[in-house]
């Protein structure tokens, strides 16, 4: 059953937002964000009106994003949490040679109604980029960081931008749960002269009531979280996001809590075994990225089932951005092909 909420509809199927857009007056706008592996059923805002709307539905990137920073490149392994049929696998995009990006949330905005094509983050992530109001330096060294800093912050204002444009028709309330984000974009990357950073750019809609169940939608400036490098005399070791936001342990609590599922690791081959060690005793980055592979992708393998489709990835500080494990092709949805007439020519042929 079609996530995107109708006013006949009784049931729902969870992970995805569902909603309907005003067309020629002021509709209220349904939402579901039903999280069923993550937390208990949350309420759900019913739309009443009896005018027909424009359908909307996002589907979610959902599942666990896992990185371990080598001391020559970053390696980038992704878990769906397959939370309803249409969940994307949180792949990474590449953004540049040295930088990648992760969509987690609502990623994939479409109208099963008019069979529309709304957004694609995950896609469009590589050019989401806003325009600095004053010259980046160019220098070495410091100037480089701060290079750096700036760019990353016109990619978060570029994201920021896009996702206004696609909410800012939204006029029924949201329920959302206080400073939980719709959406995150993990970036990895290397930077000259520097070296590797993890940072989690997050977005959160903020909206006010205009007039009595009338309210106006936008995007929240983005809030920048720095994962690694770590604080000095802190452990170089793995960094785990997840979404929706889990209580579940992460895969390093489960190797520090001896998880049985994980034994093969500890008595595989000496250099497995090393490699688990290294990331438990926090000086991962001591490790070759050819040293930490096996027992990465070992260790994502386990905690996947095979419902859960993966993603393995590298930047290499010498190649840049590379597949290990490509995401799988996306299957195809009727609900974006546009109806036919009968005897209408075609390139197709029998």
């Given at each position: 059953m079609r996530a995107g909420l109708h006013e006949s509809s009784t049931s729902r199927s969870p992970g995805r937002l569902g909603f309907r857009l005003a067309s020629n007056s002021l509709l209220a706008m349904a939402l579901?964000?039903?999280?069923l592996l993550f937390s208990p059923p949350r309420a759900v805002a019913q739309n009443t009106s009896e005018t027909p709307g424009e359908e909307v539905v996002a589907n979610l990137a959902a599942g666990r994003v896992i990185l371990l920073v080598t001391k020559d490149?970053?390696?980038?392994?992704?878990i769906e949490n397959p939370i309803?049929?249409?969940?994307?696998?949180?792949?990474?995009?590449?953004?540049?040679?040295m930088r990648a990006g992760t969509i987690l949330g609502a990623e994939d905005w479409f109208s099963p109604s008019s069979r529309r094509e709304i957004a694609r983050l995950d896609l469009e992530l590589p050019h989401l980029r806003a325009t600095p109001s004053a010259p980046i330096p160019t220098l070495a060294g410091a100037a480089t960081q701060e290079k750096d800093a700036v760019d990353l912050e016109m990619v978060g204002r570029g994201v920021r931008r896009r996702a206004t444009e696609i909410v800012q028709e939204l006029h029924g309330k949201v329920d959302l749960p206080p400073d939980e984000p719709f959406l995150e974009v993990i970036v990895a990357d290397y930077i000259p002269d520097y070296g590797p950073e993890i940072w989690q750019i997050s977005y959160e809609l903020q909206q006010e009531e205009q007039t009595p169940d009338y309210w106006t939608t936008s995007?929240?400036?983005p809030s920048y979280l720095q994962l690694y490098p770590?604080?000095?005399?802190?452990?170089h070791t793995l960094v785990e996001f997840s979404y929706p936001p889990s209580t579940t342990p992460t895969l390093l609590d489960m190797l520090r809590q001896n998880d049985p599922r994980f034994d093969p690791l500890r008595h595989s081959d000496d250099k497995t075994s090393e490699a688990l060690n290294a990331v438990l005793e926090g000086r991962a980055e001591k490790l070759s990225s050819a040293e930490a592979l096996p027992f990465f992708r070992a260790a994502l393998e386990i905690l996947a089932t095979p419902k859960n489709r993966i993603?393995?990835?590298?930047?290499s500080e010498l190649d840049g951005f590379n597949w290990i494990v490509p995401p799988p092709p996306e299957p195809?949805?009727?609900?974006?092909?546009?109806?036919?007439?009968?005897?209408?020519p075609s390139l197709l042929h029998p």
């Open positions: 579901l964000l039903v999280f490149a970053i390696l980038i392994g992704t309803e049929p249409q969940t994307h696998v949180p792949a990474p995009v590449q953004m540049s040679t995007v929240s400036y770590p604080v000095k005399g802190q452990p993603t393995l990835s590298e930047i195809k949805s009727n609900l974006r092909q546009p109806e036919r007439e009968a005897g209408a």
